[in-house]
């Protein structure tokens, strides 16, 4: 019914600089909340930073001031500008869309997730 396809992930050297992009397709009426959540090697799940329909924004604490989350409602894309990367940041990054695929029905949506290697 949705599909969520992020890109932009890759190597960058501490200190660098990439964006995200995620885009969502499908049978969507609305989508609500969109974000950006993380997992490293034998780590949980984590959130990165998420946005509202509205732009208000929520990060995670290590990565306030670095990272930035942005979209664009038309495009049904979401993005995350990432500043001062650190080796900690190296993870799979996954998209995740709270979208509603009528006027009452919604669900959480998945990318496949999108791997940033940030290097010392």
């Known amino acids: 019914q949705v599909q969520l396809v992020e890109s932009g992930g890759g190597l960058v050297q501490a200190g660098g600089s990439l964006t995200l992009s995620c885009a969502a397709s499908?049978?969507?009426?609305?989508?609500?909340?969109m974000g950006w959540y993380r997992q490293a090697p034998g780590k949980q799940r984590e959130l990165v930073a998420t946005?509202?329909?509205?732009?208000?924004?929520n990060y995670a604490d290590s990565v306030k001031g670095r990272f930035t989350i942005s979209r664009d409602n038309a495009k049904n894309t979401v993005y995350l500008q990432m500043n001062s990367l650190e080796p900690e940041d190296t993870a799979v990054y996954l998209c995740?869309?709270?979208?509603?695929?009528?006027?009452?029905?919604?669900?959480?949506?998945w990318g496949q997730g999108t791997q940033l290697t940030v290097s010392s």
């Open positions: 946005s509202t329909r509205g732009g208000s924004t």
């Open positions: 995740n869309a709270n979208v509603y695929t009528s006027p009452i029905a919604s669900g959480d949506y």
């Open positions: 499908g049978r969507i009426f609305r989508i609500n909340i």
